[in-house]
């Protein structure tokens, strides 16, 4: 028994024992596993993050801010599974030194993050504020999402153009992307490449900058699409001595200064210029030339520098400097077989397109250059101090150069159709035809020029969200979100549409988000037009000049049966820097006699068609010209300051009268009952941001 016994204590004894053998084991195994997972979540992180609240990986504090950024580059750049850095906002990041970026590498940021120049930063030439990590070839870059401000105010020292304090810039790099970025008030350029290829450059906003907003420089494949971007010195696009460019679907204008809008150059033989396309953009109002073209310097072969296609553009009054000789739409020499077709010019000034040689220096080298212009639309083209007496055509180069015209349509060009050039198929509109292409009315698709006609973007700029690349694949969770949220629009759609057919007479709510025009009429500018402006501002500044708008909704999917319940305008309060109101500013609406949204000014409501008073013609809730009586009205307290939301006015009235038919829809006309010292600004259709746009929501039935 007890030898039984101890053998059975003895087999107990080794399964206990082993036992604790194997919960040891297990417990070590789950530790190793808990710390490779550990280790695994740390280096598998594909996002950095940067904050100036603490809330970041790496934590600023307002100075010298890219020390810590350039840390978690660094960090991105060592473990190939982090591929990206996002600075959040809203910040305001101070840099005193560049930001630099390496190899797969996504630098990113919410739309509030700022990267600001430092005030005095004193650098020397050339040094930028972001740029590549190595001197040698850096790849697959992509900047995205935030704001950089060059801080070019408190930086006088230096001077615009030379290249001090460039934005972004890279040498020797592959596969670059910049987009739905936010630059402005520099010294130098936006993005500068050189030596460069597979560039994309998309959906920024780009204000105000020292030289070109793209320039790229001995580069290859380089893209550049849905821009916005306004010029105050040089250009918005602009390539040198580079291939394989598209230039498509920008905007791109001059406010102060600037040269031309899209320029092309090549000088020498030592690079090959024949792949090259410009289309569907809109040029207006830039300084010089729309597009200029320029080959130039020692000899080289025209097979070296040929077939560049400019197409489908609308160039509106480019050339609006009195003291550039190569003002216009198109100003080109040195290139073979340019091809210009499809395009609408509408009030350029000098010539529509010209061949001419800007200056000595810019001296095409032999001869027998050939450009090819048809199927476009050339109309009310204006004369120009030096840039010529207002030719749809011109050549001054004709003992070098020559026009092919073919079935171009042409009107209203104040110095003659030609000069230096012949056609025996244009068209000269008659004036019934005139007429309508001046209102830019539809022709239908059987009118010969009805490409030219539609020609240039046809909506104010906006970044496409849904369509916006943000190199992250969507989270399970944030699509079934969505799924879900798309599931509550139909459901919500199909309701409505149910309920509408047992209960016609039910109150209905309609957002009227589709703005047919806003336009600024600024005292201080008063024959310029203000389109495409991102904010539509009212009252008196200080220093002198008065501020009105104009803005028109379309209103058609209402009929005139349907009653207004209630109509608001609401209109997003803008945030321009140093605002200072010392008085209240009473908004008031008023109807508008009928304007022209590509044309109307301070002192034209259309095309060669004065207002009776500077400023604009109205009529007030009592039907009385130019009365006192608005039909909505406002106070925004001088005391206030902008608090990020939208101030209604009630504009039930004027849009019952609109929608009745009683009047024609002209829109609503704001000015400030005071017009002193009272300046305030709202975001226009324009904006980026579509949560801040101005919008008109109806509540009929």
């Not at 004894?13 to 490779?36: A, E, N, Q």
């Not at 904050?51 to 307002?62: E, I, L, Q």
């Not at 190899?103 to 650098?123: C, H, Y």
């Not at 005139?560 to 608001?568: I, K, P, R």
């Amino acid at each position: 028994m007890y030898w039984g016994f101890e053998m059975n204590g003895k087999k107990q004894t080794y399964k206990w024992g082993d036992r604790k053998k194997l919960l040891f084991l297990g417990i070590i195994f789950v530790c190793i596993i808990v710390s490779i997972t550990l280790t695994l979540s740390k280096t598998s992180c594909t996002t950095v993050y940067v904050a100036t609240n603490g809330s970041g990986d790496f934590n600023c504090d307002g100075s010298d801010d890219q020390v810590e950024i350039n840390k978690a580059l660094a960090y991105a750049a060592e473990n190939p599974k982090c591929t990206t850095v996002h600075l959040k906002g809203p910040s305001t990041y101070i840099i005193s030194g560049s930001i630099l970026i390496g190899n797969n590498t996504i630098l990113e940021g919410d739309p509030t993050a700022v990267i600001k120049l430092e005030d005095k930063a004193d650098w020397p030439l050339e040094k930028p504020m972001i740029t590549q990590m190595n001197s040698a070839e850096n790849h697959d870059i992509t900047i995205r999402g935030f704001e950089i401000d060059g801080n070019h105010d408190k930086n006088n020292e230096k001077n615009r153009g030379k290249g001090y304090y460039n934005l972004i810039y890279f040498l020797n790099c592959k596969n670059i992307q910049v987009h739905d970025m936010y630059m402005h008030d520099s010294h130098g350029d936006g993005l500068k490449v050189v030596k460069c290829s597979g560039v994309k450059f998309y959906n920024n906003r780009v204000y105000k900058l020292g030289h070109d907003v793209l320039y790229a420089i001995y580069s290859s494949n380089i893209e550049a699409w849905n821009n916005k971007i306004t010029c105050r010195t040089n250009s918005g696009l602009r390539i040198y001595n580079t291939n394989h460019v598209k230039f498509y679907n920008n905007i791109i204008d001059s406010e102060g200064g600037g040269g031309a809008g899209i320029e092309i150059q090549k000088i020498g033989p030592s690079t090959v210029m024949n792949d090259i396309e410009i289309y569907n953009n809109l040029l207006y109002e830039t300084n010089a030339a729309g597009i200029w073209i320029t080959g130039y310097g020692p000899e080289y072969s025209k097979d070296s520098a040929k077939d560049i296609f400019i197409h489908h553009n609308k160039f509106y009054k480019t050339g609006i400097n009195e003291g550039a000789d190569w003002a216009g739409g198109i100003v080109l020499s040195g290139f073979q077989n340019t091809v210009i077709e499809n395009n609408k010019f509408d009030g350029c000034y000098g010539a529509a397109i010209a061949h001419k040689q800007v200056s000595d220096e810019f001296s095409a080298p032999g001869s027998g250059y050939m450009t090819i212009v048809k199927n476009n639309i050339i109309i009310n083209t204006q004369s120009s101090p030096a840039a010529g007496k207002g030719y749809a055509v011109y050549n001054q180069l004709k003992n070098t150069h020559s026009f092919i015209l073919e079935s171009n349509c042409l009107s209203g060009n104040a110095g003659g159709n030609y000069m230096g050039a012949n056609s025996t198929s244009d068209v000269k509109a008659d004036s019934e035809l005139a007429a309508k292409l001046n209102a830019n009315e539809s022709l239908g698709k059987d009118f010969p020029w009805s490409e030219a006609m539609s020609a240039g973007p046809q909506t104010p700029y906006e970044i496409n969200e849904s369509k916006a690349q943000t190199g992250q694949e969507e989270s399970f969770e944030s699509s079934l979100k969505r799924a879900f949220s798309e599931f509550i629009k139909f459901l919500k759609k199909l309701l409505l549409n149910i309920s509408m057919q047992f209960d016609k007479a039910e109150n209905l709510k309609i957002a009227l988000p589709l703005i047919i025009s806003d336009n600024r009429l600024r005292e201080e500018a008063p024959n310029t037009t203000f389109s495409d402006s991102e904010y539509i501002d009212i009252g008196k500044k200080s220093d002198g000049g008065i501020y009105r708008g104009v803005i028109i909704f379309e209103l058609s999917s209402l009929n005139q049966t349907d009653q207004v319940e209630e109509a608001t305008l609401s209109l997003f309060w803008h945030y321009p820097e140093n605002q200072i109101r010392s008085k209240d500013t009473i908004l008031e609406v008023y109807r508008p006699m009928k304007w022209c949204r590509e044309h109307v000014t301070w002192q034209q409501r259309e095309s060669n068609d004065p207002w009776k008073n500077s400023g604009g013609d109205w009529y007030d809730r009592n039907g009385v010209f130019q009365g006192s009586t608005p039909y909505a009205t406002i106070t925004i307290s001088g005391d206030e300051t902008p608090d990020n939301r939208y101030y209604d006015l009630d504009v039930t009235e004027l849009v019952q009268e609109y929608i009745s038919g009683k009047y024609e829809d002209t829109g609503f006309l704001i000015k400030a009952r005071e017009e002193d010292e009272n300046y305030i600004a709202f975001y226009s259709s324009n904006w980026q941001n579509k949560n801040q746009r101005p919008k008109l929501t109806i509540e009929y039935t």
